[in-house]
């Protein structure tokens, strides 16, 4: 029988995603009162979720979607090469990145939250499609 390799939520990550979490930024803070309680159109988002040896800010299981608040370090060449490195093998276990700069969720809320709903693929739960 083949063993099934982990991807998501490895255990020896639980403390260190517990750590992100307790150590969170303001942008992470801001947007996190937005996003949990399955506030936003019913979808149910986790704080500092794990794929491979990376952690995800935000994830929707539902959606196979990850939302990413990048600070300064993310816009160095370095920051932007080893992000290009880090989505692209993210994306390649089917989760989509999107991305949005910290201030971002502070000046223009409504436009992160509207990009977010933007990349839902499915109906909001409990919708039924029309007959």
């Given amino acids: 029988m083949r ?20 150590g969170a930024t ?12 399955k506030q936003l ?10 794929v491979h040896n990376f952690i995800i800010d935000f994830y929707c299981h539902s959606e196979k979607l990850g939302v ?10 370095e ?4 992000d290009k490195i880090r989505t692209e093998i993210i994306e390649a276990e089917g989760i989509k990145i999107i991305r949005f700069e910290n201030k971002l ?9 509207q990009e977010i709903k933007n990349n839902f693929k499915t109906l909001p739960p409990n919708i039924k499609t029309p007959k």
């Fill in 79 to 82: 920051g932007q090469a080893a």
């Fill in 41 to 50: 159109e019913g979808r149910k988002f986790r704080r500092q979720f794990s």
């Fill in 26 to 37: 303001p942008a992470e803070v801001h947007l996190w009162q937005f996003l949990k309680g």
């Fill in 68 to 77: 990413e608040l990048d600070g300064q370090a993310h816009f160095t060449p």
């Fill in 3 to 22: 063993k099934i390799r982990q991807v998501n939520n490895k255990p020896g990550l639980k403390q260190y995603r517990k750590d992100l979490r307790n």
């Fill in 105 to 113: 969720v502070f000046q223009n809320l409504s436009h992160v939250l």
